[in-house]
């Protein structure tokens, strides 16, 4: 079976669309360096946000 280059295309498109809805809504939210949390600053308002 050969493959041509929009079949490629087509591939790499897929794995990315499915890549970004893992991360986006099966990826645990609370990963480490992903976002700031809520409690990354301390209890006080030190302004960081």
Known sequence: M???FQEVLV???LIAAL???VKKYL???TA???GKSA???GQD???CH
Request: glycine letters at 10%; charged letters at 25%.
């Open 39 to 41: 409690s990354s600053c």
């Open 45 to 47: 308002d030190c302004g």
């Open 11 to 13: 591939y790499i498109t």
């Open 32 to 34: 480490p360096g992903r």
């Open 27 to 29: 990826w645990p939210k």
């Open 19 to 21: 890549v970004f809805l």
């Open 2 to 4: 050969k493959m041509d």
